[in-house]
């Protein structure tokens, strides 16, 4: 049996108002779901060109993914997902961390 996996998808809070802090969240899911990317895939054993054979997409699109790059799509997205055997769950956003808040109030 295949081991299966679940990718939570951070909801950003509705009660943040700085357009500054909301993009800031944007950008952090991309880069949140890029770095559950990239350990799934190293957790089996892939390379990133295996990965996008795998996926039908080019190997630039799986660093773009792993990046955390706000203009990939979401078929990127599924296809890669679809490759490593794992779905989308959407959870409630946690708490961010010291390092991703940096610079927010600058």
Known sequence: MKDRCRFDFYMV???VHLLRIQN???SLITIRLGQQVRQRRLNLGLTQA???SLAGIT???VIAIEKGD???GMM???RVLGA???EFAVVPAAML???EIQGVFD
Do not use: E, G, I, N
Request: hydrophobic share 40%; proline share 4%.
């Open 24 to 26: 800031m969240d944007y």
């Open 13 to 15: 809070p509705y009660t």
């Open 76 to 78: 990127a997205y599924a």
């Open 97 to 99: 961390a010291l390092d």
């Open 84 to 86: 490593l055997d794992c």
């Open 59 to 61: 190997r630039q699109k």
């Open 50 to 52: 295996k990965l996008a």
């Open 70 to 72: 706000l203009s990939v």
